[in-house]
């Protein structure tokens, strides 16, 4: 499979499968009273796109790194930015893989596995959880990603 990996001090990776584009943001428009993984809006092409900040999300702890780009994707219905400084694609094989064990109910996890790249670990993210989690966040009245 191959991989995206990006950073925000702890390394990702997203299945190219699930990635739309990369694209350059100048500036990112916070929202009002959004969650704190949220850090707003990025206007891409003159398209609105909901920018995540994945170790806020998974960590809670904001990114200290200032990213300039967006790995923008798609997972269902629902496309959204993941904000984190691009390292590079990857070809990941199946035995280099460590499945994660789902705790509790399926597909909630949002970290799908572990792998090793230089010698470093790179989480695998479970787009579709990820995503889901995000979207589930909202109540009827509010906007969705």
Partial sequence: ???IIFNDNHRYAVNVDHVVEIAKVDSVEE???A???MLGVANIRGKSLIVIDV???LHGKRTTEDASHVIIVRSGPFIVGLSGNIEKMFEVRGEQLSMLQEIKDEG???VRGIFYE???AVNLL???ALIKNINDGFSDNEAHV
Avoid: C, H, I
């Fill in 1 to 3: 499979m191959k991989v």
């Fill in 31 to 33: 929202l009002p009273n």
């Fill in 35 to 37: 969650p704190d993984y």
């Fill in 55 to 57: 170790q806020q999300k």
């Fill in 108 to 110: 909630k996890q949002m």
């Fill in 118 to 120: 230089a010698e470093r």
């Fill in 126 to 128: 479970n787009l579709e």
